[in-house]
């Protein structure tokens, strides 16, 4: 008897350690994709729409991870919108691409 309830013990702690491992990387690549994205916005507001693009396409990668991970309808529009500010960046336009890359943290902030 005892020997059941240690093996189910052991079961169930490492499911518990398996399902909170896949939460727990769906945060980290979110807390990624803020940090990159809030990189690019400061080089944005500095006129430097090459660096910009290059923590974009960074955040946007671990966006995408995340979203993989556990869609939500914020990190969507955060893909959005790091995309759209990695094509505004490319163009030399630091000025749109940084409000574009600010809609779009505001959207992955709020993804819980």
């Known amino acids: 008897m005892m020997r059941k309830l240690a ?5 169930l702690g490492a499911l518990t350690f398996v399902v909170s491992g896949n939460s727990w990387a769906a945060k980290s ?3 990624e994709a803020v940090a990159s994205t809030e990189e ?5 507001k500095q006129g430097h729409a090459d660096v910009l693009v290059k923590n974009a396409e960074a955040a946007l990668k671990h966006a995408e991870a995340a979203q ?3 869609a ?3 990190m969507e529009e955060g893909i959005k919108g790091l995309k759209s500010a990695i094509e ?3 163009a030399g336009h630091a000025d749109v ?10 959207h992955i902030k709020e993804v819980k």
């Open 40 to 44: 690019a916005i400061s080089h944005g």
């Open 7 to 11: 093996v189910a013990a052991l079961i």
């Open 97 to 106: 691409a940084t409000k574009e890359a600010s809609g779009a943290l505001m």
């Open 29 to 31: 690549h979110a807390a």
């Open 68 to 70: 993989k991970e556990k």
């Open 72 to 74: 939500n309808p914020h």
């Open 88 to 90: 505004h960046g490319k």
